[in-house]
Protein backbone atom coordinates (compact mmCIF):
# COMPACT_ATOMS: atom_id res chain seq x y z
CA UNK A 1 0.00 0.00 0.00
CA UNK A 2 1.04 3.28 -1.08
CA UNK A 3 0.72 6.55 0.72
CA UNK A 4 -0.11 10.54 -0.47
CA UNK A 5 3.12 12.08 -1.76
CA UNK A 6 5.20 8.34 -2.25
CA UNK A 7 6.94 8.35 -5.65
CA UNK A 8 6.03 5.38 -8.00
CA UNK A 9 6.50 4.19 -11.32
CA UNK A 10 3.71 3.02 -13.30
CA UNK A 11 4.83 0.92 -16.60
CA UNK A 12 4.55 2.81 -19.52
CA UNK A 13 3.97 6.26 -18.09
CA UNK A 14 7.02 6.65 -15.88
CA UNK A 15 7.46 8.39 -12.56
CA UNK A 16 4.80 10.42 -10.17
CA UNK A 17 3.81 11.36 -7.15
CA UNK A 18 0.69 9.72 -5.34
CA UNK A 19 -1.14 13.13 -5.21
CA UNK A 20 -4.36 11.20 -3.77
CA UNK A 21 -5.72 8.48 -2.23
CA UNK A 22 -9.74 8.52 -3.39
CA UNK A 23 -12.74 6.87 -3.41
CA UNK A 24 -14.78 7.17 -6.51
CA UNK A 25 -18.39 5.84 -7.60
CA UNK A 26 -17.87 4.44 -11.61
CA UNK A 27 -20.59 2.70 -13.31
CA UNK A 28 -21.96 2.19 -9.93
CA UNK A 29 -19.19 0.60 -8.47
CA UNK A 30 -17.14 2.18 -5.62
CA UNK A 31 -13.58 1.40 -5.44
CA UNK A 32 -10.42 3.50 -3.85
CA UNK A 33 -8.10 4.48 -6.67
CA UNK A 34 -4.52 6.43 -6.32
CA UNK A 35 -4.84 9.51 -8.17
CA UNK A 36 -0.82 9.79 -10.09
CA UNK A 37 0.59 13.05 -11.11
CA UNK A 38 2.91 12.22 -13.85
CA UNK A 39 4.86 14.21 -15.66
CA UNK A 40 3.71 17.14 -17.85
CA UNK A 41 0.66 17.48 -15.57
CA UNK A 42 -1.13 14.22 -16.64
CA UNK A 43 -3.26 12.82 -13.61
CA UNK A 44 -3.43 9.31 -13.70
CA UNK A 45 -6.21 7.25 -11.76
CA UNK A 46 -5.27 3.49 -10.53
CA UNK A 47 -7.18 1.61 -8.67
CA UNK A 48 -5.45 0.47 -5.36
CA UNK A 49 -6.46 -3.23 -5.62
CA UNK A 50 -4.83 -3.71 -8.38
CA UNK A 51 -2.11 -1.44 -8.45
CA UNK A 52 0.27 -4.06 -7.85
CA UNK A 53 -0.83 -6.49 -10.30
CA UNK A 54 -0.37 -3.34 -13.18
CA UNK A 55 2.88 -3.11 -12.24
CA UNK A 56 3.15 0.31 -10.18
CA UNK A 57 5.98 -0.13 -7.60
CA UNK A 58 8.13 2.45 -5.66
CA UNK A 59 10.64 4.33 -7.60
CA UNK A 60 14.60 2.88 -7.13
CA UNK A 61 16.81 4.35 -4.66
CA UNK A 62 20.86 5.77 -5.63
CA UNK A 63 22.36 2.19 -5.10
CA UNK A 64 19.93 0.71 -8.47
CA UNK A 65 20.01 4.59 -9.87
CA UNK A 66 23.70 3.79 -10.05
CA UNK A 67 23.24 0.15 -11.65
CA UNK A 68 20.77 1.60 -14.62
CA UNK A 69 23.72 4.22 -15.59
CA UNK A 70 26.36 1.01 -15.41
CA UNK A 71 23.82 -0.99 -17.85
CA UNK A 72 24.13 2.66 -19.85
CA UNK A 73 28.05 2.07 -20.32
CA UNK A 74 27.45 -1.67 -21.25
CA UNK A 75 27.38 -3.04 -24.67
CA UNK A 76 24.37 -3.90 -26.70
CA UNK A 77 22.25 -6.89 -25.85
CA UNK A 78 21.91 -9.08 -28.92
CA UNK A 79 18.47 -8.14 -30.56
CA UNK A 80 16.53 -9.54 -33.58
CA UNK A 81 16.88 -8.74 -36.53
CA UNK A 82 13.49 -9.09 -37.56
CA UNK A 83 12.00 -5.59 -36.90
CA UNK A 84 8.54 -6.82 -35.70
CA UNK A 85 10.17 -9.27 -33.19
CA UNK A 86 12.82 -6.73 -32.00
CA UNK A 87 9.61 -4.38 -31.68
CA UNK A 88 7.47 -7.25 -29.68
CA UNK A 89 10.89 -7.52 -27.66
CA UNK A 90 11.33 -4.41 -26.34
CA UNK A 91 7.78 -3.56 -26.32
CA UNK A 92 7.65 -6.40 -23.47
CA UNK A 93 11.17 -5.27 -21.85
CA UNK A 94 9.08 -1.79 -21.39
CA UNK A 95 6.16 -2.85 -20.16
CA UNK A 96 7.89 -5.41 -17.30
CA UNK A 97 8.20 -2.06 -15.43
CA UNK A 98 11.78 -3.14 -14.72
CA UNK A 99 13.89 -0.53 -14.73
CA UNK A 100 17.13 -2.27 -15.98
CA UNK A 101 15.04 -3.65 -19.09
CA UNK A 102 14.21 -0.08 -19.54
CA UNK A 103 17.71 0.91 -19.96
CA UNK A 104 18.97 -1.94 -21.81
CA UNK A 105 15.88 -1.37 -24.42
CA UNK A 106 17.50 2.64 -24.07
CA UNK A 107 20.71 1.73 -24.60
CA UNK A 108 19.97 -0.53 -27.69
CA UNK A 109 18.01 1.44 -29.58
CA UNK A 110 20.44 4.21 -29.03
CA UNK A 111 23.04 2.50 -30.58
CA UNK A 112 20.73 1.02 -33.01
CA UNK A 113 19.91 4.90 -34.44
CA UNK A 114 23.68 5.77 -34.10
CA UNK A 115 24.40 2.71 -36.37
CA UNK A 116 22.15 3.11 -39.29
CA UNK A 117 18.64 4.67 -38.05
CA UNK A 118 15.64 3.71 -36.68
CA UNK A 119 12.21 3.01 -38.12
CA UNK A 120 9.85 5.75 -36.96
CA UNK A 121 7.73 2.93 -34.79
CA UNK A 122 11.26 2.40 -33.07
CA UNK A 123 12.34 5.89 -33.04
CA UNK A 124 8.86 6.66 -30.94
CA UNK A 125 9.77 3.82 -28.51
CA UNK A 126 13.02 4.97 -28.25
CA UNK A 127 11.84 8.54 -27.09
CA UNK A 128 9.46 7.15 -24.76
CA UNK A 129 11.26 4.36 -23.22
CA UNK A 130 14.17 7.97 -22.48
CA UNK A 131 11.02 9.77 -21.16
CA UNK A 132 10.39 7.37 -18.64
CA UNK A 133 13.53 5.96 -17.83
CA UNK A 134 14.71 10.48 -17.37
CA UNK A 135 11.56 10.12 -14.99
CA UNK A 136 12.64 8.08 -12.95
CA UNK A 137 16.09 8.70 -12.37
CA UNK A 138 15.25 12.95 -12.05
CA UNK A 139 13.94 11.57 -8.59
CA UNK A 140 16.47 8.85 -8.09
CA UNK A 141 19.22 10.86 -8.21
CA UNK A 142 17.48 14.16 -7.27
CA UNK A 143 18.74 15.75 -10.34
CA UNK A 144 17.17 17.85 -13.41
CA UNK A 145 15.52 16.44 -16.42
CA UNK A 146 18.41 18.06 -18.05
CA UNK A 147 21.12 17.04 -16.07
CA UNK A 148 19.44 13.32 -16.22
CA UNK A 149 19.16 13.38 -19.92
CA UNK A 150 22.41 14.65 -20.55
CA UNK A 151 24.31 11.94 -18.13
CA UNK A 152 22.54 9.45 -20.05
CA UNK A 153 23.42 10.78 -23.46
CA UNK A 154 27.18 10.76 -22.09
CA UNK A 155 27.12 7.18 -21.39
CA UNK A 156 25.51 6.08 -24.38
CA UNK A 157 27.77 8.49 -26.49
CA UNK A 158 30.93 6.86 -24.06
CA UNK A 159 29.81 3.09 -24.87
CA UNK A 160 29.12 3.43 -28.31
CA UNK A 161 32.38 5.14 -28.90
CA UNK A 162 34.09 2.15 -27.24
CA UNK A 163 32.50 -0.61 -28.10
CA UNK A 164 30.61 -0.17 -31.55
CA UNK A 165 32.98 2.68 -33.63
CA UNK A 166 35.60 -0.41 -33.98
CA UNK A 167 32.90 -2.31 -35.98
CA UNK A 168 31.80 0.88 -38.22
CA UNK A 169 34.92 2.29 -39.01
CA UNK A 170 36.54 -0.88 -41.24
CA UNK A 171 33.70 -0.30 -43.26
CA UNK A 172 34.01 2.95 -43.53
CA UNK A 173 37.69 2.86 -44.08
CA UNK A 174 36.83 0.50 -47.40
CA UNK A 175 34.07 2.75 -48.88
CA UNK A 176 36.80 5.75 -48.86
CA UNK A 177 39.37 3.43 -50.32
CA UNK A 178 37.26 2.04 -53.19
CA UNK A 179 34.48 5.27 -53.94
CA UNK A 180 36.99 8.69 -54.00
CA UNK A 181 35.25 11.87 -53.12
CA UNK A 182 36.77 14.93 -53.82
CA UNK A 183 38.58 15.55 -51.16
CA UNK A 184 40.88 12.27 -51.78
CA UNK A 185 40.73 13.40 -55.92
CA UNK A 186 42.95 16.72 -55.10
CA UNK A 187 45.96 14.78 -53.69
Known sequence: MFNVGDYIVYPMHGAGTIDAIEEKDILGQKQTY?????PGEVKVMVPTDKA?????????DKTSADKVLKILEEDKTEMSMNWNKRYRDNMEKMKSGDIYELADVVRNLSFKQKEKGLSTGEKKMLTNAKQILVSELV??????KDEVEGLI???????FKEFELDNIEPV???VNKFIPFEDNEAN
Not at 153 to 159: M, V
Request: proline share 0%; hydrophobic share 35%.
Open 139 to 144: LAENSS
Open 172 to 174: QQV
Open 153 to 159: ENKISSS
Open 34 to 38: YILKM
Open 52 to 60: EEIGVREII
